[in-house]
């Protein structure tokens, strides 16, 4: 097989993280791979699989279209690249988004992930926390899950897996070729969600 070619996007966001628990989830996996931080539509196309990092998706989204970065994101993913989405990933994979208090934001968004999202669904920064969660259909029975201005998902369309709830709160979900959560798992120790989605890329080369 091939080396595979992982890529962050690092346009905005905490890249950093995701790079090492990539790094790790990779290494556990035994997978012959190499990760590099992604921007350009060009490097883009390369890729066997991308995390699209927490941060802050009006800025995400706003960049991803000065660059042209938009177009590239949607034809690897259409094309069955895996993809990861954290949090503000999540919410740009989305087809639709309105935030708790603001209503709508009219942000760019890539229109793939059939969920609908509310963003800051637990508040703002001041209400960032963090809680056991489990992903069963994953097969990870205990996980922490670092919520900051998370959002959540409030429908998904019949083709969403459901993997996660909180307060009955939809935090986790696939769909196909995409994997998207609302906390952030990079920012623990733990690489067993790393470690899944790296397994689909391996499933998919
Ligand atoms: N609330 C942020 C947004 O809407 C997401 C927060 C995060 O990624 N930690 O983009």
Do not use: W, Y
């Amino acid at each position: 097989m091939t080396e595979s070619n992982v890529g962050i996007l690092a346009l905005q966001g905490d890249v950093t993280e995701n790079f090492m628990a990539t790094m790790a989830a990779l290494h556990d996996a035994g997978m012959d791979a190499t990760v590099s931080q992604v921007k350009t539509p060009d490097q883009i196309s390369k890729l066997d699989g991308l995390i699209i990092p927490g941060g802050e998706s009006t800025m995400m989204g706003q960049l991803s279209m000065v660059n042209g970065a938009m177009n590239a994101l949607k034809e690897i993913i259409d094309g069955g690249t895996p993809v990861f989405g954290i949090c503000a990933g999540m919410i740009l994979l989305s087809k639709n988004s309105t935030d708790r208090v603001m209503g709508s934001t009219e942000q760019p968004l890539l229109d793939i992930l059939d969920v609908e999202i509310e963003r800051n669904s637990f508040g703002r920064q001041k209400d960032s926390f963090q809680a056991e969660i489990s992903l069963d259909p994953i097969g990870i029975s205990s996980f922490q899950g670092v919520f900051i201005r998370a959002p959540a998902i409030l429908t998904s369309g019949s083709n969403v897996e459901v993997l996660s709830k909180f307060n009955e709160k939809i935090i986790a979900v696939k769909q196909g070729n995409i994997l998207a959560t609302s906390f952030h798992p990079e920012l623990t120790q733990d690489i067993s969600l790393h470690k899944h989605f790296v397994e689909m890329i391996k499933e998919s080369n």
